[in-house]
Nanobody, 122 residues
Framework: QVQLVESGGGLVQAGGSLRLSCGASGRTFSSYAMGWFRQAPGKEREFVAGISSGGGRTYYTDSVKGRFTISRDNAKNTVYLQMNSLKPEDTAIYYC???????????????WGQGTQVTVSS
């Protein structure tokens, strides 16, 4: 089973930036499309961004388009989420997971890492 370790979260003022990282191990990372998800207090976990296995194609939920950028480095088994122009409503715990195929907004498995907390103050 793939092991996922998210990092890079923190406290930032509205308008600021953060770069999240997700290290994966245990399977052939480069064979899988990957996604970032987030869960805000009292809300269900939601899809944020996805990337193809090779990294050439990306897709986003509407609320982050133009502000967030997903990327990956298959040599390092790592997927990133660059978050710019952060808003208080981006406050959540952020997780990564594989997705079944490019374009999917659902996680491939029910296994989640510990996530990384992002807090945006107004």
């Amino acid at each position: 089973q793939v092991q996922l370790v998210e990092s890079g979260g923190g406290l930032v003022q509205a308008g600021g930036s953060l770069r999240l990282s997700c290290g994966a191990s245990g399977r052939t990372f480069s064979s899988y499309a990957m996604g970032w998800f987030r869960q805000a207090p009292g809300k269900e976990r939601e899809f944020v961004a996805g990337i193809s296995s090779g990294g050439g194609r990306t897709y986003y939920t509407d609320s982050v388009k133009g502000r967030f950028t997903i990327s990956r480095d298959n040599a390092k088994n790592t997927v990133y989420l660059q978050m710019n122009s952060l808003k208080p409503e981006d406050t959540a715990i952020y997780y990564c997971n594989a997705v079944p195929r490019y374009g999917s907004r659902l996680p491939e498995s029910d296994y989640w890492g510990q996530g990384t907390q992002v807090t945006v103050s107004s």
